[in-house]
């Protein structure tokens, strides 16, 4: 069933979106952090094709300053969505709880003492995996190693304060957006400087991929009391970056994110397609290529071809490719560029956890 009317549609439309990501993008989950999903990547170990790689971060625009503050939270659950057989539906799941907040805490001698457990679940008869989360301090000048966990099939997991990988001048796309000024001319990465709390995990790729590109998302779920008895209730998805924050409008926010990829064509289509057009004057042609990309809102990644957004996406790549049709449009920053910010703030890394260490506060 279609959720609106083009007429409808025509009224609820406004230059509010901008292009964000997906940080803090929508109401019920501005409120709660650790539920707030600010991206998702699917990529391959660079020096290393036959494993795959999963991240989401949570938790966007964190400071430094506070770092020791920020949670994965104990009554969610993350989980990591792979469909490989074409159907938009889940055919596994990698869930991920973590146990009691605790802050970390430092004893007489200054050693660091234990911090949260978490423990990911593998559908796919896999052993539980438990491990400590990598604690984030206040107290020391640089981050601490990242601690890994390992299970069988070395199967790897991370999880804990990262720098905020994604780059782009969001502050900017307001503006252009909102008509307060022609086009973007600041270059700036406003997540410069951010951390996100990120879950990185690393398996092998055939125990997902049978020959046919996989469809990639994820979610937040947290249980709520309905019929007499608790049940998971879906807070927010993420699949493409920046689909919710420019193309879904503020009133279907929250529905989008409580519905499954699956409905997206039925039910969001005409939504993105409206907002395309409104925002962008995109033309038809280029309407169909955008849409076959974000309807359903997975990310595709085929292994057999070059993994770059949008075939999968890495913590390196940049957003700019989904908005081809507007490169070359007054309101870019130069030909061939969106926002003109091409690369992240630090460099990650080739190796796991592959997103950069966090930032810490300064020293005075």
């Known amino acids: 069933m279609k959720l609106y009317t083009a007429i409808a549609l025509a009224a609820l439309l406004c230059a509010g979106n901008a292009l964000a990501s997906d940080h803090k993008e929508a109401p019920s989950v501005a409120a709660d952090p650790s539920t707030d999903i600010a991206d998702l990547y699917a990529f391959l170990n660079p020096r290393d094709h036959s494993r795959l790689v999963l991240s989401m971060t949570v938790g966007p625009s964190t400071a430094p300053e506070m770092s020791r503050t920020y949670q994965f939270s104990s009554t969610a659950r993350y989980l990591f969505k792979v469909d490989n057989d074409g159907d938009y539906l889940a055919d596994h799941e990698i869930e991920v709880r973590f146990s009691d907040e605790q802050f970390p805490q430092f004893n007489a001698t200054g050693t660091l003492m234990p911090s949260q457990q978490f423990v990911t679940s593998f559908s796919d008869r896999v052993r539980p995996i438990r491990g400590p989360v990598t604690p984030s301090s ?49 270059a700036i990465d406003r997540n410069a400087g951010f951390n ?35 049940r998971w209730k879906q807070i927010q998805r993420d699949g493409n970056p920046a689909i919710k924050a420019v193309y879904i409008t503020a009133p279907y926010k929250d529905l989008f994110n409580a519905s499954e990829p699956v409905d997206d064509p ?20 280029d309407l169909a290529k955008l849409l076959a990309i974000v309807s359903p809102d997975v990310l595709r990644l085929d292994p057999t071809k070059p993994i ?55 020293m005075y």
């Not at 996100?196 to 947290?222: D, F, Q």
């Not at 039925?266 to 042609?285: C, H, K, M, P, T």
Request: hydrophobic residues 40%; aromatic residues 14%; neutral net charge.
């Open 266 to 285: 039925a039910n969001f289509s005409q939504l993105i397609a409206g907002s395309a057009r409104y925002l962008f004057q995109v033309n038809d042609e």
């Open 138 to 186: 206040q107290v020391l000048p640089i981050p601490l190693a990242p601690i890994v966990s390992t299970g069988q099939r070395g199967i790897q997991v991370f999880a804990g304060q990262r720098d905020d990988p994604f780059f782009f001048d969001s502050t900017g796309s307001f503006r252009v957006l909102n008509g307060r000024q022609p086009k973007f001319s600041a």
């Open 196 to 230: 996100v709390s990120a879950i990185v995990i690393e398996l092998p790729l055939n125990m997902y991929y049978r020959g046919r590109p996989l469809h990639i998302w994820c979610s937040t779920e947290k249980p709520e009391f309905s019929g007499g008895r608790y």
């Open 308 to 362: 770059r957004l949008p075939n999968g996406r890495g913590p390196d790549d940049d957003i700019d490719p989904l908005f081809w049709f507007n490169l070359n449009r007054s309101i870019a920053y130069a030909p061939g560029q969106l926002d003109g910010v091409a690369a992240n703030d630090v460099p990650n890394s080739w190796f796991f956890p592959y997103l950069a260490p966090p930032h810490t506060a300064p």
